[in-house]
């Protein structure tokens, strides 16, 4: 590992802003993560309403939307601790109080938020696992989790350069007849109103430097017992073994 990532997560450490918790730890149970259905009361110290961004990479994202609403609490997750330093750095030197981020893998988020605790979750650019399902974080798999933590009739947003991803989520969301808020296969070409959809990440610019079309859509993630996931065949992307620019 290099000097300049030891040094961020030693960084890391000191920031009131970001939360790691070891792995084993947290699959043992014991004891219980302190925040668990009291990110409101004991970090925020406030009622307002919770946004998550899973994968949040450096957290451009979740600090464009802190700044964006203040009203509102948001809080970027992600495994990579190297890359989350720059958003909480950021972030703490903004004196921006309704943010926060969280080291973990998503798979383990139920040890982290309570019932109902969570409003809504962003996806920005996730990796669109196309050769494993259960990794998709739109798959059925993800949304047996979700529905965990969010809120009754809480929303999801994804935002991808993948076609792959966004056929897959949009046949999934007609599979288990969720209702569609939004939806574009060319957010730039679109009507879709909403200042949040304006934010553009480093690796967002380079995708449309590159001619992609950027698709988004929006969904209420209902409470489900039974899932189905959808059974079609989708054309894989053919243009992610490129280096990025």
């Not at 943010?99 to 962003?122: K, Q």
């Not at 679109?190 to 990440?201: F, M, R, V, Y």
């Not at 993630?221 to 280096?243: A, L």
Request: glycine letters at 6%; proline letters at 4%.
């Amino acid at each position: 590992m290099s000097k300049n990532k030891l040094a961020k997560f030693a960084e890391m450490k000191t920031f009131e802003n970001v939360f790691q918790v070891p792995a084993q730890s947290i699959r043992a149970g014991n004891p219980v993560f302190h925040l668990k259905g009291q990110w409101k009361a004991d970090f925020f110290g406030n009622d307002n309403p919770i946004t998550l961004e899973l994968g949040c990479g450096r957290g451009e994202y979740t600090v464009e939307m802190a700044q964006m609403f203040p009203e509102r609490n948001f809080i970027g997750i992600d495994i990579k601790g190297a890359r989350m330093w720059t958003g909480a750095r950021q972030s703490l030197k903004m004196g921006l109080k309704n943010v926060a981020f969280l080291r973990t893998d998503i798979e383990m988020l139920a040890h982290f938020f309570g019932n109902s605790e969570v409003d809504e979750i962003w996806l920005t650019f996730p990796d669109p696992q196309m050769k494993k399902h259960t990794k998709r974080l739109t798959s059925t798999n993800f949304m047996r989790l979700y529905q965990q933590f969010l809120k009754p009739d809480g929303l999801l947003h994804l935002k991808t350069d993948s076609n792959f991803m966004f056929t897959y989520t949009t046949e999934m969301i007609k599979a288990n007849n969720y209702c569609t808020i939004s939806y574009t296969d060319n957010l730039y070409a679109s009507a879709i109103e909403n200042p949040i959809l304006k934010i553009q990440t480093y690796y967002e610019q380079q995708w449309l430097l590159r001619g992609m079309t950027i698709k988004y859509l929006c969904f209420k993630v209902e409470k489900r017992e039974n899932f189905v996931e959808p059974d079609i065949e989708i054309e894989k992307d053919n243009y992610r073994s490129k280096s990025r620019l």
